[in-house]
RNA sequence: GGCUGGGUAGCUCAGAUGGUUAGAGCGUUGGAUUCAUAAUCCAAAGGUCACGGGUUCGAUUCCCGUCCCCGCUACCA
């Protein structure tokens, strides 16, 4: 394997619009800054980058809901981020933000070396503008006729009936499906990135790192088997890092091109005169950690715009992790299904390494994994509390109790205490090797087990009894067990960052360097004899029940209580309304469409014929079940293809804060075609 | 529907480039022990390795097909 000089470690900047929840953390921050501590212990040179993404529409969006501007939406966010982070030792040398005057600079320099280089493809095109809602059209918000087929109904990409790919240029009688008024032509120029011209030198990089995640590798290959396609890099929108051209006034960067370039301006930020060396030195390991949903982006789009620029170093691992549910449900912001980060911190001020200890220990490393509070419980009383706290405290209250806290001598030492000591060693070495592998579940699995090989040694050698009879060989005991006691302090310190401070407190650890205790093959002696420790006291209280009773009603009710309802529309005029002709049917024919996961092809007798309606329902109902059901359904809505079957109308539903449709079904028996208002 | 990844003990997960008795932790049961936060230690029970075919002397591991779960994507008027 190849030696590296230095690693550039970054996490996945999280998105500036929300606070942060669990699964952020098992996915991409804990295992890095796991990865980190150990390698700053090895004394490696290395450094931990990261910052908020505060770019991009969902940040407008949020803006217009909470009735701010999107800087002080990107303001709120980043320093709850920022707070949050901190708060779990989540230690980065920085983190940074991409609203910041550095990474706007930076991110306009490779704008503006690939178009220099006449690396970027550019493409004035006359794009459809909505002069109702002032906003340019993406293709598939533009409707019109087929060129081909003369379907009416098309859109700006595809027509739906021949399946033809269109281009919104193509369709005769164009119109907006925003406003459904006539958009008008306004010259747009746009820069896009031509990936495809990297295909195969990506798919080279790419085989050249077998000993990435299977998931990872999967993704990658999925992608690049359908051929890369150039990418617009800009926008139309006001908020974002300015295109640096002087004709390219109201437009931006696209999102996904500034963020990535974000751990380069946080590195510059960081190392202003430095910052090379750990972007554009070969000998330099770059590691991104993130989460599965953000494969593509770091393993070829990001590659190749550090292709494209010719400077930088690849990455040259992209430990994705797969995602974390929570009592058996996906985590979900909308419907806020999730353990918010900060909320846990407020509720658990002195747990902090209890959460990073059991999200360690459950890290969807291959697979997604379930957090529950059950387990989280469990796992604190028998593993933190029982297995490593308890061992903690009785080696401690024994050394207290018969030498008042003095290291006793090491004079009688035998098989079975050198054995356990090297146990310690074996312990921490496969920890080390399974850190550098990126499989911290099995490296944290090794710690605990130091606290295991101490409680073994203790009832293996029974010192309370030996103390009466063998006062030589107690004293060995002892000592072994305050060695192991150290060790495990030692090896905590990439996992439980609190608790190795509290040990240090009660053992009374010298600031001495340890470097030694990583590398070396020896036995090692971490307190001398006669070293003198502090009082021992409690690490971790067990949960009562009522503690994680509380967090599990909690969870239940807030969906309920917080569900971000939707702000009523606006009024509109009873003739409006009186457009809408609403009807009573009832489904006298139901199947699955074909080839389409969510649609049912439905026939309504509507009081005078039967009629046919596509809808989207089919994952919350089974065809069988609605036969004979009365419902309520829009009777004019315009005919439109679906999936190639002309749909007559809409069925009315109701979506619950579950996301879960509720057909809506008059109460009695009206006849069908009955007018509904 | 297309494309990744996954389906292994009650639970959460490892693992095998195909080969004698498939592993860990938790949980369960039995025993030992008392220095310790009623903690600890030992032992046992528990699995047709999703299902059906194929290749092979031999498959849970490779190939094909089917079913199920997460994700991306298409379709949700």
């Known amino acids: 394997m190849k030696e590296f000089k230095r690693i550039t470690v970054t996490a996945a900047l999280p998105y500036a619009n929300g606070p942060l929840h669990i699964g952020h953390l098992s996915g991409a921050y804990l295992p890095a800054d796991i990865y980190v501590k150990y390698q700053r212990l090895r004394k490696r040179d290395i450094i931990f980058v990261c910052g908020s993404d505060e770019h991009g529409v969902a940040i407008t969006i949020r803006a217009m809901k909470e009735n701010l501007s999107p800087q002080q939406i990107v303001d709120k966010y980043h320093h709850l981020l920022k707070d949050t982070f901190q708060k779990m030792h989540i230690d980065f040398d920085i983190y940074y933000r991409t609203s910041s005057l550095l990474h ?23 794009q459809y503008f909505d002069t109702e809602k002032q906003i340019f059209l993406a293709d598939r918000y533009i409707n019109g006729t087929c060129p081909k087929c003369g379907y009416e109904n098309a859109y700006g990409d595809q027509c739906e009936k021949c399946g033809t790919s269109l281009s919104p240029d193509e369709l005769i009688r164009p119109k907006s499906a925003l406003s459904n008024s006539v958009p008008i032509k306004l010259p747009t120029k746009h820069w896009y990135l031509p990936l495809n011209e990297y ?14 995640k299977n998931n990872v590798l999967g993704q990658c290959r999925s992608w690049l088997n359908d051929g890369l396609q150039p990418r617009a890099i800009t926008r139309d929108l006001d908020w974002g890092i300015p ?24 590195t510059k930020a960081l190392l202003p005169n430095d910052w090379q060396k750990y972007w554009q030195d070969p000998e330099t390991k770059l590691i991104h950690f993130i989460g599965k949903d953000n494969i593509v982006f770091h393993c070829i789009i990001f590659p190749i715009m550090l292709m494209a620029h010719g400077d930088f170093i690849l990455p040259d691992q992209v430990p994705a992790n797969e995602f974390l549910n929570l009592e058996g449900n996906k985590i979900s912001t909308s419907r806020n299904w999730a353990v918010w980060v900060h909320e846990y911190i407020h509720d658990f001020p002195d747990k902090i390494d209890v959460l990073r200890y059991v999200l360690t220990a459950t890290l969807p490393e291959n697979k997604d994994n379930d957090f529950t509070w059950k387990e989280f419980q469990q796992r604190n009383d028998s593993e933190l509390a029982d297995i490593y706290g308890n061992f903690v405290h009785r080696v401690t209250t024994l050394l207290h109790k018969y030498y008042d806290g003095h290291i006793p001598d090491n004079i009688d030492l035998q098989v079975i205490d050198i054995q356990a000591l090297e ?27 130091i606290a295991r090989i101490g409680n073994k040694y203790l009832m293996d050698k029974e010192p309370w009894k030996t103390f009466k009879t063998n006062e030589l060989q107690t004293q060995t005991t002892l000592y072994v067990a305050a060695q192991i006691t150290a060790c495990l302090a030692l090896a905590s310190q990439p996992f ?50 009522e503690i994680i009773e509380q967090q599990i009603q909690k969870l239940q009710q807030t969906p309920k209580s917080h569900v971000m309802l939707k702000p009523f529309k606006n009024n509109i005029a009873y003739e409006d309304f009186d457009k809408v002709d609403l009807r009573v049917g009832t489904i006298t024919y139901a ?27 089919a994952e919350h109902f089974q065809p069988e079940e609605l036969l004979q ?16 079957i002309l749909s007559e109308g809409m069925l009315l539903t109701a979506e619950d804060s579950d996301g879960k449709l509720h057909l809506i079904s008059p109460f009695g028996e009206p006849n069908n075609g009955s007018i509904v208002k």
């Not at 295109?243 to 946080?266: H, N, R």
């Not at 059901?629 to 190639?644: Q, S, W």
């Open 104 to 126: 706007h600079q930076t991110a306009q320099e490779f704008f503006k070396k690939f178009y220099d280089n006449h690396q970027l493809i550019e493409k004035e095109t006359y």
């Open 199 to 212: 295909q195969a030198k990506i798919t080279q990089y790419i085989d050249s790192h077998p000993e990435w």
């Open 243 to 266: 295109v640096p051209l002087k004709d390219a006034t109201g437009k931006v960067l696209y999102v996904w091109f500034d963020a990535p370039i974000g751990y380069i301006s946080a």
């Open 423 to 449: 146990d310690c060693k074996k312990a921490v070495q496969a920890m080390g090797n399974n850190i550098e592998n990126f499989r911290f579940r099995d490296a944290l699995a090794e710690m605990l087990k």
């Open 496 to 545: 439980l960052p609190e608790t190795y401070l509290k040990l240090k407190q009660i053992l009374n650890l010298p600031d001495y360097d340890f470097q030694n205790f990583w590398s070396s093959n020896n036995t090692f002696e971490i307190l001398p004899s006669h070293h003198q420790i502090d009082k021992p006291f409690i690490l971790f209280e067990k949960i009562p029940d």
């Open 591 to 617: 199947v699955k469409v074909p080839k389409a996961d969510k649609l049912l092809q439905l026939t309504i007798h509507d009081g005078i014929k039967e009629r046919t309606i596509v809808s989207g329902i």
């Open 629 to 644: 059901k009365k419902v309520v359904f829009v009777a004019n809505l315009e005919p439109r293809k679906l999936r190639g």
